[in-house]
């Protein structure tokens, strides 16, 4: 399958503070780029995605960059919340990522 | 807002039977989408449907899955014979397609217990 690679698979962060996830892919032709959160038993949820004519894309506290060139794209939470703590998840084509296990300590 | 709906939420068989997880996608979607999550690990893709027939399926999706769309809004995954390593959470997903969306939306999950 289609390789999709992210970093880290733990990150535990104080309330307040960001949180940036990284993922690589090798489908050099993809041009959509979502990321998915998790709660424990319950669905992927879109969260937010970015398509690959623009480099950044923001919804209130949650940002992805997009690097065509390099072939990765991150997620960006600042100010983050207790209620943000999850599993994220990147996706390319079929494929997602391994998995960001976010701890959010109050 | 129209959501993909999966019937059962869980599923309890006992290893080598046969099972048949539903789904209703969201209506007007024409891509349709099967993937497993094993309890702690990623969410692994099976297969993926278009104008009824398999367009894409992975190395998990040997000859002891299939996928159906039996009328014009049930999509299922048919497991044959059923093994304890096919435990798992099943999410069903679609897509509009058409150019109008690439995000894929997502089912509940079935869970599934083979003993």
């Known amino acids: 399958g289609e390789n999709v690679e992210q970093h880290p698979s733990t990150l535990s962060v104080q309330e307040g503070d960001s949180a940036v996830i990284k993922c690589t892919y090798s489908?050099?032709?993809?041009?959509?780029f979502p990321w998915y959160k998790q709660e424990l038993g319950k669905r992927p949820q879109l969260i937010i995605d970015?398509?690959?004519?623009?480099g950044e894309k923001k919804d209130q506290r949650i940002a992805v960059t997009l690097n065509k060139t390099a072939k990765h794209f991150s997620l960006h939470i600042t100010e983050t919340q207790p209620e943000d703590s999850a599993v994220y998840f990147c996706?390319?084509?079929?494929?997602f990522g391994s998995g960001t296990k976010l701890n959010v300590k109050p | 807002e129209p959501e993909v709906t999966q019937t059962p939420s869980h599923q309890v068989t006992q290893m080598g039977q046969e099972v048949i997880l539903r789904c209703v996608p969201i209506?007007?979607?024409?891509?349709f989408y099967w993937y497993r999550q094993i309890l702690g690990q990623k969410v692994e893709f099976l297969v993926s449907?278009?104008?009824?027939?398999?367009?894409?399926k992975s190395e998990i999706f040997d000859d002891q899955f299939s996928v159906e769309r039996p009328d014009g809004s049930n999509f299922t995954l048919k497991i044959r014979s059923t093994k304890l390593e096919d435990s798992a959470m099943y999410f069903c997903?679609?897509?509009?397609?058409?150019?109008?969306?690439?995000?894929?939306?997502f089912g509940p999950g079935t869970r599934l217990t083979v003993l």
């Open positions: 997903a679609s897509r509009a397609g058409q150019g109008r969306t690439d995000t894929q939306y």
């Open positions: 489908d050099s032709a993809s041009n959509y």
């Open positions: 970015i398509r690959s004519n623009v």
């Open positions: 996706f390319n084509k079929f494929y």
């Open positions: 209506s007007n979607h024409l891509y």
């Open positions: 449907f278009y104008n009824n027939e398999i367009s894409e």
